[in-house]
Structures are given as C-alpha cells and as structure tokens.
C-alpha cells in the first residue's frame, strides 16, 4: 500500500501466531518517516476497504510507526474509515472511562494492579461494537501489554475438548448478573453507576430502560442495583462454518470481583444452571495459551474485529495512556 506520500508495509513482531496460512495479528508499518498526519489520513482513506477485508481475514491489525501523537489525531485516523461512531456513553458497559473526543475514550480505568481477563467487548450487553480501534498514546513502563485471542480457533478447541460445554453455550446461552453502585466509582473494572449506564436520573427511568431491553433486577439498600440480563448468545456464527466463543465468560467468571460482585455468581447459563468451574478454568487456560500479547509502542494503533479476537489488558507499573474507539453498533436478538 504506497503511494507518493507515504509507504506501508506488512512487517513482523515477535511472537505472531499463523492460522490457515494468514499471520495473527496483521501488522502495518508505515516507512515514511516525513509523513504527516494529512499523509496518514489520505492513505486510510484511499485503502479503507482493503484494510476492513484484511481485518476481518486476520482478526486484528496493528499500525506501526505512524504520526499520531494526541486523541485528536487518533480521531481523524478513525475517522477515515467511514464507520458509524458507536459512542460508549450509549453503551451498557460497566467500566468507568473518559471522553476525549465524541470518538475517543480512554480504555477501562481499572487499577493498573487488576488484570482485565478475555472477553469480546460488550458480549455481556444487549448492544455491542463490531470494530474496536486502540491507540497507545502512553505505553507503561513495564507490563500494560493488551492481549488478543482468536475466537474462531478457541471454539475449535473447546468443541473438540468439551463437546458438551461447547452444546450447553450454543443452545443454552449465557446471563450475566453485576451490581451497580449508585455513583461512579473508579476504583473497579465494573465500577460506571447504574445512572450512567442506562443514561437516566430516576429508579423509575432505569427501570424503564431494563424492561426495554429484557432485564429484571433487584435495588440494594445501599441504593445500588443489581441487575440480570436477557439470555444472551454464548456463541456466533460470523460466517458458514465459523463460529466464535462471543462472550464475557472468562471475564466474567475470573475477574468481575469488586465490594460488590461475587464472580462465581456473575454468570450462569441461560437456564439459570451454573458454569462448571473446572471446565471454565480449563478453557481460560486453553486461551491463555492462543493468547498473543500486544507490545504498546508509543503511537501504535490497533484495529480489532471485535466479533473474531478477545482482548484483555495486562497488569503494569507507571502511567500508562491506552486510547479507545467503538465502531458499527450491533444488537442481540432477544432469546
């Protein structure tokens, strides 16, 4: 992909995994180093079809040595992709983050101690992105890496290893249960308040808001909520024959524990049954080891098909500044 301007080519980084012949992530370096931002933008929109194709054969690309420096940089990048905006104060997610930019939001503001497990983003809620842009405005000083895990081939393996688990996800579905609080509180992955998740000011107004999209909940004497969602699908077909592991399962299961949340108890199958813990551990394993970690450089951008690749987010030491965008909103069937 060259033009006068500018000049990208597909480079390697250690560690990149190979399925079916494509590498896993893509990686886009660019090899001008005169180019400019305008550069930049002009070449991405020049390619944007290729670059989706390429994402959705690959999974993911990562774009290397490109001038971006601010969140308005990584907003015009974004935005020459031509994707509908998905702006994260619509979504259901239960992180607390910043806006930079109607686009741009800073990534989960979870401590830098606490270790965000794999999960497709949003799978938990009735509405969900089908693009993810990351962008590494600050990289830490150890640690802070992101990693990302192909779905499709988890699923192979899960059929293969636990044909009934893998039965039970893809009739059953999955229903997850969190508890709100009543204010934001930044010191948990799951810590937005449960007037910023559904965007109201009153119990009557989020009461309104769940019975739109299929919850039932219970109010806490604290006035947090705790709140249950319609059976979501455990599992997608993305095309004939390929199917992923679209979730928040391991998350769930391993990582949502605050004051609030008992993570044995976030989950269960769409019938109400609980998760065999032994099963769900052995397939976090089964992930970790198709996991490929993404090492932040300063300026780096990552395009995620968030249907295909789980993300997560190491544990790290020293500020560190991760950049995100949510692209193509999608929305769940209800079961």
């Not at 929109?45 to 290397?64: P, S, V, Y």
């Amino acid at each position: 992909m060259t033009d006068h301007r500018l000049t990208v080519s597909p480079t390697r980084v250690p560690e990149q995994q190979i399925y079916d012949g494509e590498v896993f992530p893509l990686v886009l370096g660019c090899e001008s180093p005169s180019a400019t931002l305008d550069d930049v933008v002009r070449w991405a929109e020049e390619n944007r079809d290729q670059l989706e194709q390429q994402c959705q054969k690959h999974g993911a690309i990562l774009f290397r040595g490109f001038p971006l420096h601010e969140p308005e940089d990584f907003d015009r990048f974004i935005a020459a992709f031509d994707l509908e905006n998905f702006p994260y104060e619509v979504s259901l997610s239960n992180a607390v983050r910043t806006n930079f930019t109607p686009r741009v939001f800073s990534a989960n503001e979870a401590p830098s101690s606490v270790t965000i497990f794999l999960h497709h983003e949003m799978a938990q809620t009735p509405i969900f992105p089908s693009k993810l842009f990351f962008c590494c405005w600050q990289p830490a000083e150890e640690g802070g890496a992101t990693p990302l895990c192909r779905s499709d081939i988890l699923f192979q393996q899960i059929e293969e290893r636990f044909p009934q688990f893998a039965h039970d996800c893809e009739t059953k579905g999955l229903k997850y249960s969190n508890t709100m609080p009543a204010a934001n509180d930044a010191s948990s992955g799951m810590g937005r308040s449960w007037q910023s998740t559904f965007r109201v000011e009153t119990r009557e107004e989020a009461q309104q808001r769940m019975t739109d999209y299929g919850y039932t909940w219970e109010w806490q004497e604290d006035g947090s909520l705790r709140a249950t969602t319609p059976v979501l699908p455990a599992v997608r077909e993305v095309s004939p024959g390929r199917k992923v592991f679209f979730n928040q399962l391991i998350a769930a299961f391993c990582g949502w524990k605050d004051s609030r949340n008992d993570a044995s108890k976030s989950i269960t199958f769409g019938d109400g049954q609980p998760l065999d813990r032994e099963t769900v551990m052995e397939i976090a394993d089964m992930a970790e080891q198709l996991t490929f970690d993404l090492p932040w450089q300063a300026g780096d951008i990552a395009l995620v098909d968030n249907f295909l690749v789980m993300h997560g987010r190491r544990t790290f030491s020293g500020p560190r500044k991760i950049l995100a965008s949510l692209l193509v909103m999608g929305q769940h069937a209800h079961a």
